[in-house]
Antibody
Framework: EVQLLESGGGLVQPGGSLRLSCAASGFTFSSYAMSWVRQAPGKGLEWVSGINSGGSTYYADSVKGRFTISRDNSKNTLYLQMNTLRAEDTALFYC?????????WGQGTLVTVSS | DIVMTQTPLSLSVTPGQPASISCKSSQSLLHSDGKTYLYWYLQKPGQSPQLLIFEVSNRFSGVPDRFSGSGSGTDFTLKISRVEAEDVGVYYCMQSIQLPRLTFGGGTKVEIK
């Protein structure tokens, strides 16, 4: 069974940093691209970042230069390093398998940016 | 970026009755590889999104056959033949032709009368 478990969310002040993790199981993690998608409170879904199996990375314009996606295939874990956080980054962050067909999603981790 | 527009914003349906959601894209989602990269997701209350339909009309594993997708180019439709109580939530369409810049529709909230 494919499982994705996000962690690392929390309350952070504007300008601060946070690192999210997504622990994957039930599939060969190293063979799959992975994505991060976020959902602001009461809002819709927004793609944030993706990484393919070879390590190439992609970002939405809204986070480019501030967020860094990475993966550790030895730990079956996806990461999202978030720097210079803004109030508008407040959201539930989901990791999902694949870049094109997001077929499995985690339950999400909540990031709140507030002073 | 490709803009995805869903209608209606919300839908109230009597159990056992059909429901239909429209999704229009600002550009064709037909790729040169012959596939059309349009997906449908359902986000049930308090849950993460779950994939229902991939590439316009293919039901994902475990999705009941009362769900069907159709369309081509820029116009797509999700139909539920007979709505059940467990179908409540927000439905999203998503395009992934313009990798890696995925975009989602604004969502359609389905409620039971």
């Amino acid at each position: 069974e494919v499982q994705l478990l996000e962690s690392g969310g929390g309350l952070v002040q504007p300008g601060g940093s946070l690192r999210l993790s997504c622990a994957a199981s039930g599939f060969t993690f190293s063979s799959y691209a992975m994505s991060w998608v976020r959902q602001a409170p009461g809002k819709g879904l927004e793609w944030v970042s993706g990484i393919n199996s070879g390590g190439s990375t992609y970002y939405a314009d809204s986070v480019k230069g501030r967020f860094t996606i990475s993966r550790d295939n030895s730990k079956n874990t996806l990461y999202l390093q978030m720097n210079t956080l803004r109030a508008e980054d407040t959201a539930l962050f989901y990791c999902a398998r694949n870049l094109r067909r997001l077929d499995y999603w985690g339950q999400g981790t909540l990031v709140t940016v507030s002073s | 970026d490709i803009v995805m527009t869903q209608t209606p914003l919300s839908l109230s349906v009597t159990p056992g009755q059909p429901a239909s959601i429209s999704c229009k894209s600002s550009q064709s989602l037909l790729h040169s590889d012959g596939k059309t990269y349009l997906y449908w997701y359902l986000q049930k209350p308090g849950q993460s999104p779950q994939l229902l339909i991939f590439e316009v009309s293919n039901r994902f594993s475990g999705v009941p056959d009362r769900f069907s997708g159709s369309g081509s180019g820029t116009d797509f439709t999700l139909k539920i033949s007979r709505v059940e109580a467990e179908d409540v939530g927000v439905y999203y369409c998503m395009q992934s032709i313009q990798l890696p810049r995925l975009t989602f529709g604004g969502g359609t909230k389905v409620e039971i009368k």
